[in-house]
């Protein structure tokens, strides 16, 4: 109190830095010109070369005879909530156009899959011309490259849940690092720094590496000529808040992952904009503007924090916080095989699904795309089977009652509406037991609903799928 009390706030510095103390007097002179309320938010640089946000509240009081005495103010730092409060919004934002790519990316595959399964299609027909075939080629290279984007929006949207189990990160850091290296020019060098007591985590290998990988080319690509990524892998124990630029990491144990690249820094405008999906200062044209949007929606699936710092002209560093393994003690994954595979989501021998020996040749389709539904039958009519498609339940289950003799398989889009394909699945079991049923997915299913279903299948199929993977599914199922 001794220190402050009846000296000027111009005398307060450096508690009160000096432009801040020179606003604030600007409208105290006013206040006691006029009178009335000020309320106010101002920026300042502070004693550590920082700048940080003020609210001000000031008002005049009066004294017996109405006349103004003086005047009393606060003064509050609100850097924290305004972050907070950017934070949030942008998350919101993000949340929002992840919703939006999560409905686009569904509506792209089956756009795909009648596209690229033509032409595939087209290329395994003998009589398709040779100067037909390399066009046929060009559009599946194209058509996969799209198939990339849909599973990086797929990612980016989160609706691929992360399999997470015990693991290690060194080998995964390792493993992505090495993919780095073989990706980015060989002028960039990879330096790699790995705590040898590296605690574990629970994740998913797979995401993890996707999120290092993905770091890592952001990286190199911020360093115009030739310069060095450094990778690093550390325990982290937080005894109080730590803030990464604008995110906070609450108190707890870590593993932090850093990928700090000596690049051109990222500009102060684009930095707000970082994490949001389709922002690219590289140009669309080359660019999804994805990678760092999928980076951030992974580590958020996995309960952690991603932040960055950066300096213009000597390089970025960006910070991944991942929890520790409540249970690091249980059995860990450092061999790569992390959750499910395709194999682990596909039937196997005790799947309920009915097996009578060979089943009739015939195949029904049910798919609400018209295009896909086509497409299946006539890739199963191009290997030698008769094939019948519906559009919907009603028109499956009349077929099943007027050709159920002649079916031994039912191929059954899994994300049917109205009222679902559950209950198809259902009603074909009970009308038409022996029936081998195939459930078609796409890369946005739900798990819940993937996993619920497949004791009851014969085989599953993921869009876009290729002429093999059909055909292989309907034999095994015929022969089951």
Do not use: W
């Not at 060989?186 to 790699?192: A, C, L, N, P």
């Not at 061999?335 to 097996?355: A, K, V």
């Not at 089943?359 to 018209?370: F, K």
């Not at 195939?438 to 739900?446: N, Q």
């Amino acid at each position: 109190k001794e220190a402050i009390i009846g000296r000027s706030i111009a005398e307060l510095e450096p508690h009160i830095p000096a432009d801040l103390a020179r606003l604030y007097i600007e409208y105290d002179a006013r206040l006691q010109e006029s009178g009335g309320i000020q309320l106010y938010e101002a920026e300042a640089r502070v004693a550590d070369g920082g700048r940080r946000d003020f609210l001000f509240s000031q008002a005049a009081f009066a004294d017996g005879a109405g006349n103004v005495a003086g005047v009393v103010g606060l003064m509050l730092d609100v850097t924290e909530r305004k972050r907070s409060q950017q934070h949030l919004s942008r998350r919101q934002r993000i949340e929002a156009v992840g919703a939006l790519a999560a409905g686009v990316a569904h509506e792209f595959n089956n756009i795909l899959q009648a596209v690229l399964g033509r032409a595939r299609l087209m290329l395994t027909d003998e009589a398709t011309p040779a100067e037909a075939r390399n066009d046929l080629q060009q559009m599946i290279d194209v058509g996969e490259r799209g198939a990339e984007l849909v599973r990086r929006l797929l990612e980016f949207s989160r609706r691929e849940e992360p399999q997470r189990r015990i693991l290690d990160l060194s080998p995964v850091v390792e493993d992505a690092c090495a993919i780095l290296q073989q990706t980015i020019a060989k002028r960039t060098q990879v330096i790699v720094s790995i705590d040898d007591d590296l605690r574990a985590v629970e994740a998913d290998r797979r995401q993890i590496e996707q999120v290092l990988v993905n770091l890592g080319i952001n990286a190199a690509e911020a360093i115009p000529e030739s310069g060095t990524i450094s990778v690093m892998a550390q325990n982290q124990s937080l005894t109080q808040e730590h803030s990464v630029g604008d995110v906070t990491v609450p108190p707890g144990e870590y593993v932090l992952l850093v990928v700090a690249d000596t690049g051109t820094g990222i500009d102060a405008t684009a930095a707000p904009h970082l994490f949001e999906p389709f922002y690219t200062t590289k140009g669309l044209a080359s660019h999804s503007g994805l990678g760092l949007a999928a980076a951030h929606g992974i580590v958020e699936a996995h309960g952690g924090y991603i932040g960055f710092t950066s300096v213009p002209a000597e390089g970025t560093a960006f910070e991944v916080y991942l929890p520790v393994a409540a249970d690091a003690g249980a059995e860990s994954d450092a061999s790569g095989q992390n959750g499910r595979t395709r194999d682990d989501t596909e039937p196997g021998p005790g799947s309920e699904q009915l097996r009578h020996g060979p089943r009739p040749g015939g195949i029904l389709v049910v798919d609400d795309e018209p295009a896909v539904a086509r497409l299946a039958c006539d890739i199963l009519e191009h290997l030698g089977h008769t094939c019948m498609r519906a559009l919907d339940e009603q028109a499956a289950l009349e077929l099943i009652g007027s050709h159920g003799g002649e079916l031994g398989v039912a191929v059954v889009d899994l994300e049917l509406t109205s009222p679902g394909a559950p209950n198809l699945v259902e009603q074909l079991r009970e009308t038409a037991p022996e029936l081998g049923i195939i459930g078609m997915v796409s890369g946005d299913a739900d798990p819940t609903l993937v996993e619920q279903m497949t004791p009851h299948l014969a085989g599953l199929l993921r869009k876009p799928f290729g002429v093999g993977d059909i055909a292989e599914a309907v034999e095994n199922a015929l022969e089951s």
